[in-house]
């Protein structure tokens, strides 16, 4: 038998996340409540109208998911966020039924899970040894959430959702799982004996199944069977009495193996009688399909049992008894309910977005934002300590005129080795030319990037104007999903790109105000190595570079330079260290009572203790030396003051020139690493909107060519596939 019962899915309306949970939680900062709330209600949308296939399956999972870690963050009672969750009766047609608790929403979604199980098995090849067994292992994942269902509770029950109906459903789902133990037991050609107690294991669970969802004995007196799911009730009654003949009819077979001719034909007149009813009971409502296997089970009995009796009263002449002598037959179950995981990675793999992950207790929350602003003060402050004692030591090298006049004496004819150095780097970087050439390139992806994005906005404008048009020409017939609403997380997206290219724009134009600002500046690092050493005026005099005094400033300065280095990456480290910490799972993860000083207490005593790691007296020692060492200096110095104050000024202005360049060309390197990322970024949106305006163009044109000539008076087949909406991602 090739007939399976599979449970309809209840059916729903939108529900509008953002606005309830924005007021719910105003004090959590709005904008990533309505981001994570418009997520929410995005995926919801995706699984209003689930399809009886794995991939439908897991999205409804993923929002299942969702919900049971956003009801852990919500109150069980009233004071929770003000939404209505609408549903509609999973067997009739009729108003929604709304209930103001996620509790509902979490049943009716389970509820749509477990139907689809029961669909995805009903749809299984029953040809196919395996998709026999697929469809057995469905059924008992279905019956093991309609278990789950009918204990839930923090929700009223509407009749679908009653503990009579899932625990009749469960054993629905559990009847038809064993009947294919059954179906798969006779192509193996198992003993008769075993195949009778399999058929009566499955009648057993249909006979109860149909005992808890009979309207006779539900407990509201206006059950949602009386007058919507005859149909449904029916298919049970049909399938139960199928079974029993089977039943009969193997034990039967089992008898006359074993030459009780007898007992054999009453089990056949049993058999006979159970078939006929199934059809009787069936008519029209049942699957034609069934209904022909129906008929052909009977006509196969009604042989075997003249066969039967014609043998017995020719040749055996047993007795046969009547049925209340008959035994009754065992049961053998072997199947049952198997538990709802939803976080079986290899049954669910569904991507976790983990929304409101950042949602703690308003008391916790209260405590991170306070530690947060604390720690921001406290990694500034260190940044700015540090930042100010770099500033003192190169304002107290200044006031000694360093490191200018350590570097006019180390070479006092034409030019010292450091100076002519970083002309030569600033030349073999491509000196002026090559900040203007980076300059065009950030132009040109700026250039091409604003093209672009105007090309995608004119095609989603396109394929709104195409959808618009068909809604308006066709009216309630154009049933499409509206690209309003699946284009609004694109839109969202392209402002976002175009926000962000503006910016860089702005970003782009300060840079290269500044750079042509400095060319006179800079112009002077372009001079060749003799043209420098003419601006730079010689020492008359004694060589004073193999000074031991020379020396060991050079030694110093060498020192401190490093020394700053490190502490500028040090404290960069330490502030990334501090803000990086994830003090939202730090409260988490608090263990018994939460104590807000406490935790704000332990974290700072940390962080203090990071800092302290940070050493900068060793700067204060190098000063000091240098200081010393500055006055020897001096001392040896006292007869080139004026030309050592001339060539010292013209080292200064190339030292301050190269400064300037290095600052630009990494400033311009940060830009392009800008655009590098954003490229990769906007290449991803790019092809988001390219495959969504192309789905939606074939969309629109096999809808319309399908109005088109309903309107022109030709019937379109049903059974064509219609390509399902792409939502952008």
Known sequence: MTFFISVPCKGTVEVQWAKALQSFWRDFGSTQVAQDAEKLEAVRKDVMTP???????????????????????????ETGPSISFGWYPAFSK???????????????VLFNIAALWSQIAASENTHDAEGVKRASSAFQRAAGIFSQLSTMEGFTRSDDLSENVCRGLECLM?????ECFFMTAVQEKMKKKTLAKLAQGSVANYSEALTLLSPTLTETSTSMFKAKSNGFLTNITVKTA???????????????EQSEFGPGVARLKQANEAVKNAISVGGPKVDPVFQRTLKALESQLSRELQAAENDNDRAYMDIVPNEDKLTPIPEMMLVKKQEFNPFDDTLYPADDPKLFSWI????????????????????????RKVNDAIRDARAKLQSLGLPGRVEAVSKPDGLPSEVLNKSKLFRNDGGLKGLDTTLQTLSSFRLRFKQELAQLKEALDNELRADQEGRTHFQGDWDLRPSSEMQANLRRQQDQYVSTIEQASLSDEHLRSRIDQSRVELSFLELTEDELARNIPSLQGPDMS???TVKKLQDLLAQLESRITDIEKGVQDLRSRILKQDIVALAGQTKGNFIPTAFKSNAMSTYRNWAEQLNQSDMDILLAEIRVSSSALTQEQQSQSRALEQRSNAISRLNKAYNTFADMAKRLQEGLHFYSGYERSFDVHQKQVRDFCESRRIQ???????LSTRLAGFSIGSDGSQPPDLPPR
Not at 360 to 383: C, I, S, Y
Not at 700 to 706: D, L, P, Q
């Open 242 to 256: 199928a079974m029993k003949s089977q039943a009969f009819c193997m034990r039967a077979r089992e008898h006359q």
């Open 360 to 383: 703690l207790p308003k008391e916790q929350k209260t405590a991170v934002d306070e530690l947060n602003n604390e720690r921001t003060e406290f990694a500034n402050a260190q940044v």
């Open 546 to 548: 193999s000074s031991p």
């Open 700 to 706: 629109t044109k096999i809808r319309m060519e399908e």
């Open 94 to 108: 009729s108003i929604p039924l709304a209930q103001a608790t996620i509790k509902y929403e979490m049943a009716c």
């Open 51 to 77: 399809e009886p296939h794995q991939n439908s399956l897991f999205r409804v999972v993923q929002y299942y998911v969702l919900l049971l870690s956003l009801a852990s963050k919500l109150p069980d009672d």
């Open 174 to 178: 559990l009847a038809q799982a064993q």
